[in-house]
Every structure is written in C-alpha cells, then in structure tokens.
T-cell receptor
Framework: DQQVKQNSPSLSVQEGRISILNCDYTNSMFDYFLWYKKYPAEGPTFLIS?????DKNEDGRFTVFLNKSAKHLSLHIVPSQPGDSAVYFC????????????????FGQGTILTVHP | KAGVTQTPRYLIKTRGQQVTLSCSPI?????VSWYQQTPGQGLQFLFEYFSETQRNKGNFPGRFSGRQFSNSRSEMNVSTLELGDSALYLCASSWAVGGGATTQYFGPGTRLTVL
C-alpha cells in the first residue's frame, strides 16, 4: 500500500516558466510534509516543508501548497532554472503520533524534473 | 555547521559477508534515521534511533540492525549479505527532541554493492 504517491514520473519545463510537482497521500495521520531534491548517488537535499496546520509555505522560488481535504500537496518552482533539474521527492510523517511513527518519513516514488534552457 | 557525514561512501562485498556503515549526524541532532534506496522499492525506512535507543523499525529482516552511541553517531550492520541488499543506504539526522515536526537532513549515502 503506497501511502504517498507522485503520479508523474517526469516533468519537462522551459527555463523561466513555472514547474508544478504534485503529490497525493492516503494516510490522514500525516501532519508534516517535506520536499527533497535528489541527484543520482547522492543524498536528498531538503527544500521546503509544511505543517498540516498551514495551507501554504514559501521560501524564495519554492512554494508548497497543502490541500488537506483532497490529501494533496504541490511544489511550485518559479522561475525554473536549468540547475533545478533533478529528481524531486515528497515525503510525509506523522510527527506527533509517536510509536511506530518516530523518525519515519514515507516517500513518494519521485518525479524527474528537466528544465530546458 | 557541518552536515551529515557517512562512511564509507562506496563498499563492495560478497554474499554471506557482513557490513557496518557509519553515520555522524549534524551537531546537536539526537535523532538518526536510516533508509535504503533501490530502483524497485524507492526510499524505504529502516530504523530510527534517539538517545541510544531504537524507537522505530521498518519492515526489514533481522539481518539489518543498528545502534547509536552517546555522541549520537550511529552505525548500521547488515549480516549475511544477499544480492538484493545492493542499494544506496542513507542516514538522516534531525533535532526531534520530544517528538513533533522536525526536518530530517540527509547524508551523501553509502553505495553498497553485493557480488
């Protein structure tokens, strides 16, 4: 049972335009969500996070939107740059549930973003 | 502040051997989580340690074990290696004092190849 899903394996965008990456989740206990950027054979790099008490969080070119009723979050990158080309993972955690939730991020399968010059 | 470090970066072993991987968290972070990344299964949670105690464990066989030291450094061990254990092993550290929402920061990973 995949509790976090990224249904688009890849996304291609022109430099300067907006990139929108999507993520859906099924576990209503998830209350903290994160986006990571990853290059092959390297560890994920943290980009931005959002708590379930918010519906939007911004950090520079990155904005994350959370729609709890739809169990959906999205990452907007504006403007997109060629250096943004990488695999993007969304992750979720039940931060306040304790027990079998301690330290356990559940990841989506990732979306390959390619930004063309 | 230095990031999460992992050693070694690359490792080649043969079936049946055992391996120990090391992780040093960001200074001040007391929680360390371990993950396995494979092309077929993606990023899967192995276990989490906090203050030298394993608080959570993922769905992996008992051949996978770990520990945490008083300085928060952590090691994971895989015994009786199988071909399917070939993967990128990642550790992540976070503040995580008393639970709650804290961000995990990842190390560069250890690439294990089992021949």
């Amino acid at each position: 049972d995949q509790q976090v899903k990224q249904n688009s394996p890849s996304l291609s965008v022109q430099e300067g335009r907006i990139s929108i990456l999507n993520c859906d989740y099924t576990n209503s206990m998830f209350d903290y969500f994160l986006w990571y950027k990853k290059y092959p054979a390297e560890g994920p790099t943290f980009l931005i996070s959002i708590s379930s008490i918010k519906d939007k969080n911004e950090d520079g070119r990155f904005t994350v939107f959370l729609n709890k009723s739809a169990k959906h979050l999205s990452l907007h990158i504006v403007p997109s740059q060629p250096g943004d080309s990488a695999v993007y993972f969304c992750a979720a955690i039940s931060a306040n549930a304790g027990g079998t939730s301690y330290g356990k991020l559940t990841f989506g399968q990732g979306t390959i973003l390619t930004v063309h010059p | 502040k230095a990031g999460v470090t992992q050693t070694p970066r690359y490792l080649i072993k043969t079936r049946g051997q055992q391996v120990t991987l090391s992780c040093s968290p960001i200074s001040g972070h007391r929680s360390v989580s371990w993950y396995q990344q494979t092309p077929g299964q993606g990023l899967q949670f192995l276990f989490e340690y906090f203050s030298e105690t394993q608080r959570n464990k993922g769905n992996f066989p008992g051949r996978f074990s770990g520990r945490q030291f008083s300085n928060s450094r952590s090691e994971m061990n895989v015994s009786t290696l199988e071909l399917g254990d070939s993967a990128l092993y990642l550790c992540a550290s976070s503040w995580a004092v008393g639970g709650g929402a804290t961000t995990q920061y990842f190390g560069p990973g250890t690439r294990l190849t089992v021949l």
